[in-house]
């Protein structure tokens, strides 16, 4: 009997050589692509979910941040940056700017995570890109670079470079188009990207290990290839409440709720150092009801270890914001646990990535700050 991937193919093939028409008549300029006076930095991947866009979209931003205390014309403070994003999931359509008075589900949860920490930087949602970038724009004259988050399939816009993001877990070389994988566009497309991260990587990856991945890309001399790992901080509590911090132990039970595109890593994380984590998973970007609430709670409450939490994601935790949602949680200790990504030999992605930024003023090169 014939696997149901395996009655996909068909489908599979015909959407590939769809999306592979689009990308000819791109490169031929029969569809055009816009050029803006600022750099686009476009982020995003070839499957659909689960490579961590918006945390490396936040990391990037803070890179340039950092690197302008080091050149001279770079001047990206964080006023001067700005992100534009779809906003996946919001209930609202067109131009918005992201401000602290948003919500989820007007601007979507990953454009209001970003705002949360990234205050100064300008955050926008279009579904739009170019209508989107010149609103953004307009709004703030003084923007010298945007950064598109989940836009590398949106090539009406002519990116600065783009950077795409592939799983460790699931490579993009080992996947299949939609609906027979989650490839939005044949692998061939990683071609178009100036760098590519293998993002979730575990922290003792070995050198040899990342040859065999290097290999398998097999990136073209134009590229470079670089491998990110998460890093976990500490929790939060989801309410304002007075409540104890805990230090996580195998005395420790979990209820884990999610509604994220891969939460694997996560729950392997809590799995090592807790006693046992009873994950409730929802989609990625579902917003939560009283229901839903309900389940974690019912959860909760038959565990009889007396030791024992709630824990969501921040992202997550965007969609709990609700009143009442916070007040059904009661008085147990949920919070979120809050995550950063960086990128291995840092020194070597940075000066890569300043290497690919063009003058934008001839008259003011970007030039290293002596003793920096």
Do not use: C
Not at 47 to 70: D, F
Not at 140 to 158: E, G, M, T
Not at 322 to 339: C, K, M, N, S, W
């Amino acid at each position: 009997m014939k696997s149901p991937k395996y009655l996909l193919y068909p489908f599979a093939i015909l959407y590939g050589s769809i999306i592979t028409i689009r990308n000819i008549l791109f490169n031929l300029g029969i569809l055009r692509s816009r050029d803006f006076r600022v750099w686009v930095i476009s982020i995003g991947n070839l499957s659909t979910g689960g490579t961590g866009k918006s945390p490396h979209t936040e990391y990037i931003a803070r890179l340039l941040e950092k690197l302008t205390r080091s050149y001279e014309n770079l001047g990206l403070t964080f006023d001067k940056i700005g992100v534009l994003s779809r906003g996946y999931g919001r209930s609202t359509n067109g131009f918005l700017l992201v401000n602290n008075s948003s919500n989820a589900k007007e601007v979507g949860d990953e454009p209001m995570q970003l705002k949360r920490r990234l205050n100064n930087v300008y955050i926008g949602v279009d579904e739009k890109r170019v209508r989107g970038i010149s609103l953004l724009m307009g709004l703030n004259p003084q923007l010298k670079i945007i950064l598109l988050d989940d836009a590398f399939q949106h090539r009406s816009v002519k990116p600065t470079f783009s950077i795409l993001l592939t799983n460790y877990n699931t490579p993009f070389y080992n996947d299949h188009m939609l609906p027979a994988g989650m490839l939005r566009e044949p692998v061939r497309g990683y071609k178009r990207a100036q760098f590519i991260i293998v993002t979730d990587t575990p922290h003792n990856i070995t050198d040899v290990e990342k040859k065999l991945i290097r290999d398998k890309i097999n990136p073209l001399p134009k590229q470079k290839v670089f491998f990110s790992s998460i890093y976990y901080q500490s929790l939060v509590p989801l309410s304002n409440n007075n409540i104890e911090i805990p230090v996580i132990d195998k005395n420790y039970s979990i209820v884990l709720l999610t509604g994220i595109a891969n939460p694997h890593s996560l729950y392997n994380h809590l799995a090592e150092m807790a006693r046992d984590v009873v994950h409730i998973s929802f989609p990625d970007h579902h917003f939560f009801d009283i229901g839903d609430v309900a389940k974690v709670m019912k959860a909760y409450n038959a565990i009889t270890n007396p030791k024992k939490i709630i824990i969501t994601t921040e992202k997550d935790f965007i969609r709990l914001q609700l009143e009442q949602l916070v007040r059904d949680l009661g008085t147990a200790p949920a919070f979120y646990l809050p995550i950063e990504v960086k990128v291995h030999d840092e020194q070597h992605f940075e000066d890569a990535f300043i290497s690919n930024l063009s003058v934008l003023d001839p008259s003011k090169p970007i030039r290293k700050i002596a003793n920096k």
